[in-house]
Nanobody, 129 residues
């Protein structure tokens, strides 16, 4: 059983930054693409960013492109989401997720939450105006 544990959330003023981390259990972390999704109150969960198994390919939602950066450290079984220039509309619970299969992932697949089968408990990010 894989466990994903997010950390690094919090309250920040607009324009500020936070670095979210997601630590994964297990020995096969490097075999799976990883993703970040978020869910704001009253809204559906939406894709934020994803990263390939090696970290060589990254994918972003248009709403965060240029402000957020996803990265991973396979030696530490950890994926990160650096969030800069935060806006009040970025307020949400942020979830990391592991892809279902140890194979490559296309951009379209990376954005589809159905392609992930393990999810963390979520980290609250609140951006005040």
């Amino acid at each position: 059983q894989v466990q994903l544990v997010e950390s690094g959330g919090g309250l920040v003023q607009a324009g500020g930054s936070l670095r979210l981390s997601c630590a994964a259990s297990g020995r096969t972390f490097s075999s799976y693409a990883m993703g970040w999704f978020r869910q704001a109150p009253g809204k559906e969960r939406e894709f934020v960013a994803a990263i390939s198994r090696s970290g060589g390919s990254t994918y972003y939602a248009d709403s965060v492109k240029g402000r957020f950066t996803i990265s991973r450290d396979n030696a530490k079984n950890t994926v990160y989401l650096q969030t800069n220039s935060l806006k009040p509309e970025d307020t949400a619970v942020y979830y990391c997720a592991r892809a279902s299969y140890p194979i490559g992932i296309t951009p379209a697949q990376a954005m589809d939450s159905r392609r992930y089968n393990y999810w963390g408990q979520g980290a609250q990010v609140t951006v005040s105006s």
